[in-house]
């Protein structure tokens, strides 16, 4: 069963406006939550991460919003630049055992 | 500063075949595990290992085996393949116990089994 889920695969914004990647999550007991990006022939790199005791994390141009009672993560990069067009991954973490979602491909268009 | 090395890049094998895929940290990492990628499923865990001597199973690990003899490698051993495995083999790690810093990945092994 897939504990993480992306249900959009796809996304595509103007560059200086705000991408917001949305990921629903199913099991209560995970501890940490973390976004990924992935370009192209080259492993993930881990973007940013939230803690399950709070609701939001800024760093730069990226924020992620945790919504417990939804089961609900986003996150938010403002402004979008070209240089962020890849495939970025919610991951869910408990005990060291990390659950990937399926991915969203962001599109920034100049 | 090289972090995490996986070896070969590419991969073709034929059903039945075994091979091992390499991965290496010289960070010093506790934890290493590894994924696997396919189309429309995201990263699966396969086996991980929280120390050397000590491994476990992940979501997916029929089919692999892995030993932990140092820090340092994280050998994944495919027994005897099949069309199934054929996918994108990540190899990571980080510091045991503490997920808020992520994960380290290798670029990647493109298996295919034919």
């Known amino acids: 069963d897939q504990q993480v889920k992306q249900n959009s695969p796809s996304l595509s914004v103007q560059e200086g406006r705000i991408s917001i990647l949305n990921c629903d999550y199913t099991?209560?007991?995970?501890?940490?939550f973390l976004w990924y990006k992935k370009y192209p022939a080259e492993g993930p790199t881990f973007l940013i991460s939230?803690?399950?005791?709070?609701d939001k994390n800024e760093d730069g141009r990226f924020t992620v919003f945790l919504n417990k009672s939804a089961k609900h993560l986003s996150l938010h990069i403002v402004p979008s630049q070209p240089g962020d067009s890849a495939v970025y991954f919610c991951a869910a973490s408990v005990d060291n055992d990390m659950r990937f979602g399926a991915g969203t491909r962001l599109t920034v268009k100049p | 500063n090289a972090g995490v090395t996986q070896t070969p890049k590419f991969q073709v094998l034929k059903t039945g075949q075994s091979m091992t895929l390499q991965c290496a940290q010289d960070?010093?990492?506790?934890?290493m595990s590894w994924y696997r990628q396919d189309p429309g499923m995201g990263l699966r865990l396969i086996h991980y290992s929280v120390g050397a001597g000590i491994t476990d199973q992940g979501e997916v690990p029929n089919g692999y085996n892995v030993s932990r003899s140092t820090t340092e490698d994280f050998p994944l051993r495919l027994l005897s393949a099949a069309p199934s495995q054929t996918s994108v083999y990540f190899c990571?790690?980080?510091?045991?116990?503490?997920?808020?810093?992520?994960?380290?990945f290798g670029s990647g092994t493109r298996l295919t089994v034919v």
């Open positions: 960070m010093n990492h506790e934890y």
């Open positions: 990571a790690s980080s510091y045991y116990r503490d997920s808020s810093y992520g994960y380290t």
């Open positions: 099991n209560s007991m995970f501890d940490y």
């Open positions: 939230i803690s399950s005791i709070k």
